[in-house]
Each structure stands twice: as C-alpha cells, then as structure tokens.
C-alpha cells in the first residue's frame, strides 16, 4: 500500500491543512502526534537538521517539509478532479513514454517504483488478472489503463488536441542511436529537426544491459548510453516526442506531412529510423502468455524472475549475452537453440562455459509453449530434432531471442522495400522517395550494432543537407 507518515500537532496552522487537503481527496495516513511522541520528535529534528519542522511527510520514503498543497500534488499525483497513480520501473521503456506525456502536458502522477516496492507487484498483478504488466496507471482508484498509447492517456484524462504549424527541415521517425544521431548532425548544421518516437528514446539499444563494443566505452549500459545521446541531441536543438506512432506520410509542395495518432507535423525531409521488433516463434501458446511467463526483453522483463528458473530461446548474441546477464540473478537458465551449434560469436560462447548456472539444450524444436492451470507459463514442450522424442521443460518463464523484423510496415508503398521488408537505400542513405531517408535497423543491410547505426545517422545527415541545399 501507498506509504505516509505524517508528523505534526494538533495545534500546528500548516499541519491542520494539509491533512484537511489529504482528507478533502480521500488518501489515507499514519499521523504522529510529536507533542506526544519523543521519539517521533528526534526524527523529526533529526530529518531537519536539528530543526523541528511540521508538518514532516514522508511519501514512500521522500521527505516533505511543511509542503505546500501545490508539492503535495505532485507528490501524490492529484490534479484538478482526478488523481493519478502510476505503477512502473526505471528501466522501462512505456513507463517512460507514459511520464513524458503526462510531464510534457503538466500532469501530476505520483510514482510507484515497483522494483522498489514489492507490496505494489501484487497489485498490478491483480489489476492486470496475473500478468505483470508496466505500466499500470491508475485514475482515481477505478479507471485502470495498462501500457496505454498516448492517445488513450490524452481521451482518459480529456487533454485537448494542439495543432502544430511549423516546418521542421527534417523529421526523424525513430528515436534510436541512428535517429539520435542524424538529430546531433543536423542541428549542428543549424537544421531544426524533430525526432518522433513510437515508444522509448534509444530503441532496442536502451533495451541492452551491457554493451561492451561501442568505441570509447570498454562497458557502458544500453541506458546509460542512449541517455547520453538523447541528451546531446537535445542539448544541439532537437525536440523530441514520444509515443507519437506515424500513421502516413505524403508530399504536397515540396513540404512532407507526417501523420501520427494525434497529430499532424510538416518538415522539408523525412528520415525513417523505426529500428525492428523481437521475432516470434509463431508456436502454440506463445501469443496467450506473452506477459504471462512469456517475454522478449531481459532488461525490462528479468527482474521479474531473481532467484527463479527460466528457459531461454535462441543461438544468437543476443540470446547468449541476454542469458548469461539473467544468470547473474536467476536460480538457472536453460537455453534452447534449435541448430547444433551456436551462431554468437566466439567472445559469448566462451563467457558461457564458464557460467554454472547455464545448462545447453541444443539442436531442439521448441514446439508449443504449455500453461498451468492460472493461465501462466509453465513449461516448454520441446524435440530433439534426432530422434523426434519430445519433453517438457518446466520454469518459471521464458525469454525468446531469434532475430528481429524491421518496423516499415507503415512505409509500404512509400519507398522501396526488400522481400523481407527492409527500405532500400543508395548513395547517401537515400530511399527510393526523394527527400526521405532511411538509417539503422530498418535499412537493408544494416548491421545491428549500435556503432554502425550512429555511422548510418551521420550518413543520413550528409543526404539531408545535400537534399535541402
């Protein structure tokens, strides 16, 4: 439950206020009377150094001295006939998105680190009928909205549309280390650029725990570098706006309009960098127990499993380094490939010997993923590609990691894709549809590595100032 612990007097002006505004919108505390209790007087004097200040209030362990009604707001997340709570983690990239928007339109929210309270995973598990799932934001104790879209935040809590009329010289889709960086060069070339991002700034980049091959940094978070990225971008000029998911792009007048969600932008040049999504197996059960045992990203899902067993899918770098990062706080990882050998590189197949918690299965078939009887992930039904005999591996939850799908849906018959679905680009970055760009993960071609996505934003950044000269 939600934490306060009030110190005050019954004769104190400031604290008979602000518990008549705690009252007034129904948030519930533990008050100590310090008249009454030396003891609650030395913490008190003791929170303010030597001082004894009241009202003390202490939210979910943050201190608020003597609060105005106004702090109180944004501690709690009270606003003009609602109050919001949001249940989320750091770490996550919705979560993120979700306090953007609601930062950007001066909404207060009170939130509730749920890898810091653990009192708070039951309840978004109840809310969200066993599945843990962040963010969970909830309005006024009824209304519950889970990893809502901008546009459903905005008709939740009736926020205005606002037009937006100026002309940006590029804009860019995607929020990743190829969009950020096409962003850094532009706005050093003095070009106003506007980065749109579907989901989080960084893409599957923040997603990564440990990156250990991007020059300069021996090793570096994927967070901690997109952060300092993103911070440079805006640092030069850029804006930037999450949760906006483009709808269409067109040309009229030599002036691009792109449409998302909510709104309509206008730039003199488009760069997409929309990055790729996990790859599913597409097996029995996968789709009825993703959040339910079932996930694609240790970074944002793992911490939901220390000291428990779970089963990883795939042969790949990605499947090796994200197994061998769950290892260092679950009770074991079983990984699951369906080849005979591995196809990570040499550096990951050595780290993973000499992991003893890891246990191989290799050149298996996983075949359908199996549920208990509360509709969670139970086990893994795989066959040994041999002797066609199957079993059951049974954990906690399983993180598939097989390969990516570039996020172009949207851009079909706007520029030229591969049989795959991947733009293809020629000379500097150039799409088939001039004036539009393309950069990182979605591009034919790419490598997926952070170093070589930042290489294709300055490329992309040659092609806009030659395209806009």
């Known amino acids: 439950m939600i934490q306060i612990q009030f110190y005050g007097a019954d004769w104190c002006p400031d604290c008979r206020r602000a518990k008549a505004y705690l009252k007034e919108h129904n948030i519930q505390y533990d008050f100590t009377d310090v008249d009454l209790d030396q003891e609650a007087t030395r913490r008190v004097e003791s929170i303010n150094n030597g001082k004894r200040i009241i009202p003390t209030i202490i939210i979910q362990g943050k201190t608020y001295t003597n609060p105005t009604n106004d702090q109180l707001d944004a501690a709690l997340g009270i606003n003009d006939g609602y109050r919001i709570v949001l249940y989320g983690a750091d770490w996550c990239p919705d979560c993120r998105k979700s306090k953007a928007f609601l930062n950007d339109n001066k909404i207060n929210y009170q939130f509730i680190d749920t890898e810091l309270n653990e ?19 909830v309005i006024n104790d009824d209304v519950v909205l889970v990893e809502p879209s901008n546009e459903e935040l905005r008709q ?11 002309v940006f010289d590029t804009i860019i889709i995607g929020g990743g280390a190829a969009g950020l960086t096409t962003s850094i060069y532009a706005q050093r070339d003095r070009f106003n650029t506007l980065i749109l991002e579907k989901k989080n700034i960084g893409g599957n980049a923040f997603l990564t725990q440990k990156i250990e091959n991007y020059p300069g940094f021996t090793s570096i978070s994927g967070p901690q570098l997109m952060d300092k990225m993103e911070e440079q971008a805006r640092t030069y000029g850029a804006e930037i706006k999450t949760g906006e998911d483009v709808i269409s792009i067109e040309k009229e007048n030599e002036l691009f309009t792109i449409k ?136 906690d939850g399983v993180f598939i990691f097989i390969g990516l799908i570039p996020n172009t849906k949207s851009f079909e018959g706007v520029v030229a894709l591969d049989q795959r679905g991947f733009i293809k680009t020629s000379g500097m970055a150039e799409t088939s549809f001039s004036g539009i760009f393309a950069a990182g993960d979605c ?20 092609g806009i100032k030659n395209y806009l000269k």
């Not at 809590?157 to 100026?166: F, N, P, W």
């Not at 499947?319 to 005979?340: M, P, T």
């Not at 034919?444 to 950044?461: D, K, M």
């Open 260 to 395: 998302t969600a909510t709104k309509a932008y206008m730039g003199k040049s488009v760069v997409l960098s929309t990055g790729s999504t996990y790859r599913q197996l597409g097996i029995p059960g996968e789709s009825d127990l993703i959040g339910s045992g079932v996930h694609f990203c240790a970074t944002c899902d793992g911490a939901f499993y220390r000291d428990k067993n779970i089963i990883v899918i795939g042969g790949g770098n990605s499947a090796l380094e994200e197994g061998i990062f769950l290892a260092g706080f679950c009770k074991s990882v079983k990984i699951v490939h369906r080849k005979s050998a591995f196809s990570a590189s040499e550096t990951y197949i050595e780290k993973l010997s000499s992991v003893k918690n890891i246990s191989t299965y290799m050149d298996k078939t996983s075949l359908e993923f199996v549920a208990n009887e509360k509709g969670l992930f139970d086990s893994l039904k795989i066959e040994d590609n041999n002797t066609k005999e199957t079993e059951l591996l049974k954990a």
């Open 156 to 166: 939740a809590l009736e926020i205005a549309e606002v037009s937006e009329d100026r």
């Open 119 to 137: 009192w708070a995973i039951p309840i978004i598990t109840k809310l969200n009928n066993g599945k843990r799932r962040i963010p969970t934001i």
């Open 443 to 462: 591009r034919e071609g790419a490598i997926a590595q952070v170093a070589a996505a930042t290489g294709e934003g300055v490329l992309a950044s040659y």
